[in-house]
């Protein structure tokens, strides 16, 4: 059973649309993050979200809107995509006061 | 703000050897987590190793090991009897206790040679 599962694993698509990521996971966490990581694989934290209420937004630009309908899931909605919007995503999810974070596989997303 | 530093972008090892990857963090704080993910071909983060600032002891995991050094901000992971499947990206990072982000460094990326 996986843990932490993102789809799509791989999203290409042209400037301008609108996609969205979807992530849930199955361990009961309370806690959902999304990670972005750049084409240098520098990885550095976008939302958190703590029973369905957002808790951290690291300066990421208003056409990145995360939605988190239950503890289970939290999607990534982005609009209007850039060429700069390619990277991998990455969910993950953690108890409250966690010692460790659950990652899922990533999203690749190209932007042409 | 923290910092993770890690200032070995690439490593190689040869099977069966034992090597060593360096992470700096820089904190005002005494109380915080560290730890060591691996990322190979695949993607996937994967947890290899945490330690507990207040916790003096070094962690261990099977042939993964820490030196953590807290006066000095260092968190160095040893890989014994390395294998083929250790290659991969590797992540030093950094969590707060007021906080849940992690802070990666900038990775290290392990060859293994046959």
């Known amino acids: 059973d996986t843990a932490v599962s993102q789809t799509p694993k791989y999203l290409v698509t042209q400037m301008g649309n609108d996609k969205s990521i979807k992530c849930e996971q199955n361990?009961?966490?309370?806690?959902m993050y999304w990670y972005k990581q750049d084409s240098k694989k520098f990885l550095k934290i976008m939302f958190s979200?703590?029973?369905?209420?957002?808790?951290i937004n690291e300066t990421v630009p208003n056409r990145f809107s995360p939605k988190s309908p239950d503890k289970a899931h939290l999607n990534l909605h982005i609009n209007s995509l850039e060429l700069g919007d390619s990277a991998v995503y990455f969910c993950?999810?953690?108890?409250?006061?966690?010692?460790?974070?659950?990652f899922g596989q990533g999203t690749r997303l190209t932007v042409v | 703000a923290q910092t993770v530093t890690q200032s070995q972008p690439e490593m190689s090892v040869q099977e069966a050897e034992t090597v060593t990857l360096s992470c700096t963090y820089d904190t005002s704080e005494s109380d915080y987590y560290l730890f060591w993910y691996k990322q190979p071909p695949s993607r996937q983060m994967i947890l290899v190793i945490r330690?507990?600032?207040?916790?003096?002891q070094n962690a261990t995991e099977n042939r993964f090991s820490v030196n953590f050094q807290k006066a000095a901000k260092s968190f160095s992971l040893k890989i014994s009897d390395s294998q083929l499947g250790d290659a991969a990206m590797y992540f030093c990072a950094y969590r707060s206790l007021n906080t849940d982000k992690l802070i990666f460094g900038t990775g290290t990326r392990l060859q293994v040679f046959p």
């Open positions: 330690q507990e600032a207040y916790k003096q």
């Open positions: 361990l009961g966490h309370d806690t």
């Open positions: 993950a999810s953690s108890r409250t006061g966690f010692t460790e974070a659950f």
């Open positions: 979200y703590n029973n369905k209420e957002l808790i």
